[in-house]
């Protein structure tokens, strides 16, 4: 079993649906972030979370350290969100990192 | 500012050939990475430096070694090119030093492919 999973492998919406996309993992982390790399391969962090909640723009972060699980929001869907979205923990007390496989969004106009 | 930058984008090996992956960034950041993704296997960390003048493993190192010439600079070393080398890599760095605490910021990636 992976240390990091997420849900769902691949996500078609139209534009304008809110989107959930979940992350858990068995590990101890210090952190965790979210990623989100595009059709062309570049990589862009979006958030990274210790606990609570973040927000940036149309985008959500939430994270629940008991429940070893995360979230990642995004409102008012677009076209342009169209990527896949990886989550990462950060193992505690050291730099290694384990990575989910990556959820691939498709939002259709 | 041109954040992270790594060189070669592509390159072609045969097994056996050894080739270095340089990776800059000039952000001033403490912490820098380099990851491998594979197709269905996702991103895995090879290796890392919370500061310059340390290097650590990650989670896939054998047949990969690593030099953190300064505080802007990582490379990552293949000294024996095997096919299973075959992937896309990805240098990222972070101003944390120690433990990560923020923003990750990704170089483009290099494609290496080993016949």
């Known amino acids: 079993k992976n240390e990091v999973e997420q849900s769902p492998q691949n996500l078609t919406a139209q534009e304008g649906e809110f989107i959930t996309i979940n992350c858990s993992y068995s590990?101890?982390?210090?952190?965790l972030h979210w990623l989100q790399q595009h059709p062309g391969g570049g990589i862009v962090s979006l958030f990274m979370l210790s606990s609570g909640k973040k927000k940036h723009g149309r985008l959500i972060a939430t994270i629940n350290i008991q429940e070893k699980h995360s979230s990642l929001h995004i409102t008012a869907s677009h076209p342009r969100d169209s990527a896949v979205y990886i989550c990462?923990?950060?193992?505690?007390?050291?730099?290694?990192?384990?990575f989910g496989a990556g959820t691939r969004l498709t939002v259709k106009p | 500012n041109a954040g992270v930058t790594q060189t070669p984008k592509f390159q072609v090996l045969k097994t056996g050939q050894s080739m270095t992956l340089q990776c800059a960034q000039d952000m001033n950041h403490n912490s820098m990475y380099w990851y491998r993704q594979d197709p269905g296997m996702g991103l895995r960390l090879i290796y890392y430096?919370?500061?310059?003048?340390?290097?650590d493993k990650g989670e896939v190192p054998n047949g990969y070694n690593v030099s953190r010439l300064n505080k802007r600079e990582f490379s990552l070393r293949l000294e024996s090119a095997a096919p299973s080398q075959t992937s896309v890599y990805f240098c990222a760095s972070e101003r944390g030093t120690g433990f990560l605490t923020g923003e990750l910021f990704f170089g483009e990636g290099s494609r290496l492919t080993v016949l």
């Open positions: 990462a923990v950060i193992l505690y007390n050291n730099n290694d990192m384990r």
């Open positions: 590990v101890g982390i210090s952190a």
């Open positions: 430096s919370a500061s310059e003048g340390t290097t």
